[in-house]
């Protein structure tokens, strides 16, 4: 009796981590209120669950804050941001000056807590330009919010990487979309030399239902060992 008893008070091998986060995953995946690229995805919702327990924060706080841009997922700059600055990296929450003008900047900063000192990254117009971030139409309509999410993200990159898990954000994602697409100008000059090829494009000849013509066989004189060699030669 007594073996009985021990044996239901005997504490069961608890599931592997994995079982577990994969069964948190079905459940949270059959909720109405978690963004449209976890609901019922299973798979997608164990990947938000992998990545909560590795930054140590919610679940719902990841899925509310991850986007999904041309089949890459990346994060809200705002979130990243928010992560450095309750990370304890820097002394105080990351600032930003901006400068206006044709060529406008932003510079983020902030102070390292280990070193004292003070780390900046700016981000200007020109820059955005030049790698292509300024096709992504964003940059007209706001761009001090544009040029402020880059310098932040890149400051954080820098020194409190461990924010990004390697990842980038969503702006990020957008911003190298935008930059990989050709012009629409350029798009139709591809578009119009495609055409003009496929027309001028040479097609193979109609087989025909003619016998077809074999060729006369090509006949050695006979000769000495030495001619017939050479003729061999000259034929292989």
Known sequence: MASTELDKTTPQPPA????????????????????????GKAANAFIAVDMADRMGVGVLEIMQNTYIVHGKLGFAATYVIGMA????VFRGPIQF???PGTNASVTAWAVVDYTGDKVEFTVDIAMAKAEGWTKNTKYKTMPQTMLSYRAGTQLVRLYASQCLLGMKTKDELEDIHAAGKLPPALESVNAELEEVDAQHS????????????????????????DEEGRVEDDLF
């Open 202 to 225: 040479i097609a193979p000849a109609p087989l025909s239902d003619a016998e077809p013509v074999m060729p006369e066989p090509v006949t050695v004189p006979s000769s000495s060992n």
């Open 97 to 99: 000056d901006y400068t």
């Open 85 to 88: 600055n309750k990370s304890g």
């Open 16 to 39: 592997s981590r994995g079982a577990e986060m994969w069964h948190m995953a079905e459940a949270i995946s059959r909720s109405d209120i978690i963004p449209e690229h976890y609901r």
